[in-house]
């Protein structure tokens, strides 16, 4: 089946970077256009960047633009997450996911996800 996993989250100050992995298996990779999502407690699941199949396109939320970037590792089959300058509103669990179509930055729209991985920043 298919296996999303990601990894990389802590607690970082502020102005510190992190870089999030997310490997995935029982999927043609390739194939897949990614996406990153965080949920800080008690609210909703928002979008944060995405990635189309070879890495050629990318989308940013304005929250992150600049500050973050997506990229993706196609022989590996793991997407990643840089994260710069980080802020304490960038606290939450961050969620990859994978969709077949590039550009959608609804959660319902994408097909599998992962598991999440925590980032806490402190100030």
């Known amino acids: 089946q298919v296996q999303l996993v990601e990894s990389g989250g802590g607690l970082v100050q502020t102005g510190d970077s992190l870089r999030l992995s997310c490997a995935a298996s029982g999927l043609t990779f390739s194939r897949y256009c990614m996406g990153w999502f965080r949920q800080a407690p008690g609210k909703e699941r928002e979008f944060v960047a995405a990635i189309d199949w070879n890495g050629g396109s990318t989308i940013y939320a304005a929250s992150v633009k600049g500050r973050f970037t997506i990229s993706r590792d196609n022989a590996k089959n793991t997407v990643y997450l840089q994260m710069n300058s980080l802020k304490p509103e960038d606290t939450a669990a961050y969620f990859c996911?994978?969709?077949?179509?590039?550009?959608?930055?609804?959660?319902?729209?994408?097909?599998?996800w992962g598991q999440g991985t925590q980032v806490t920043v402190s100030s």
């Open positions: 996911a994978a969709d077949r179509t590039f550009g959608f930055r609804l959660p319902r729209s994408y097909d599998y």
